[in-house]
């Protein structure tokens, strides 16, 4: 089966501009998450997804950070205006909730963001 | 909120040597997964581990969940240059959160 799709791979911006990601998760995967991850740490939750529901924001700063998954399959992340702070690879995984248990999460590859 | 602790950040073998992570919560998990991130790669899950005093194997790995749920480790017996790669435990609390906080991982680097 494919896996996580990420676009873009690399993205380069100045401060101050906007920038969005995009993200398909695995073909029957009902749970899509965003995560942030900082050089040398490990992925920070940024924002859950249930269907199209967003069952855990509560890390997003919401000032700037804005995520949507209308048709509950793919996922777009944006962020504006963009800081230098905000350099990172985003990364998108997808897992199918059964209710009962964790089940492991797949990853894509992420978008390495480097706002200059 | 909850904090994930993995030790050491940084291990560098020989081929051959064996290695362990370790990894501490705060609070008690109701269950903890561990991921594998190869340089330039994205996280890959590895195994997930839910009962008290767990133990499971793959190979030469070895997962542990200790008997408080609020550690484990990892293990390799006989290191290759191909388990080269930042081993990142992620454990959920209890209760109705269902979110996994990750460790910052411990980063392998394995001289042939």
């Known amino acids: 089966e494919a896996g996580v799709v990420q676009s873009p791979r690399y993205k380069i911006i100045e401060k101050k501009q906007p920038v969005a990601f995009w993200c398909n998760p695995i073909?029957?995967?009902?749970?899509l998450y965003w995560y942030l991850q900082n050089l040398g740490q490990g992925p920070e939750l940024l924002i859950r997804y249930e269907n199209e529901e967003a069952v855990d924001d509560s890390q997003l700063p919401k000032d700037r950070f804005s995520a949507e998954r209308l048709k509950g399959v793919d996922s777009t992340l944006k962020i504006q205006p963009a800081e230098l702070g905000d350099s990172a690879v985003y990364l998108c995984a997808s897992s199918r909730w059964t209710g009962k248990a964790d089940n492991e999460q797949f990853f894509g590859p992420g978008t390495r963001l480097t706002v200059l | 909120g909850q904090q994930v602790m993995q030790i050491p950040q940084y291990q560098h073998v020989q081929e051959g040597e064996d290695f362990t992570t370790y990894c501490n919560s705060s609070?008690?998990?109701?269950?903890i997964q561990w991921y594998k991130q190869r340089p330039g790669g994205h996280p890959v899950f590895l195994i997930q581990?839910?009962?008290?005093?767990e133990v499971k194997k793959q190979k030469r790995l070895t997962f542990q969940f200790g008997e408080a749920k609020k550690n484990s480790s990892l293990h390799i017996t006989a290191t290759q240059t191909t388990d080269v790669g930042t081993y990142f435990c992620a454990g959920r609390a209890g209760g109705s959160n269902y979110k996994l906080t990750f460790g910052k991982g411990t980063l392998l680097t394995v001289n042939p």
């Open positions: 581990l839910v009962k008290s005093g």
């Open positions: 073909s029957g995967h009902n749970t």
């Open positions: 609070t008690t998990l109701s269950n």
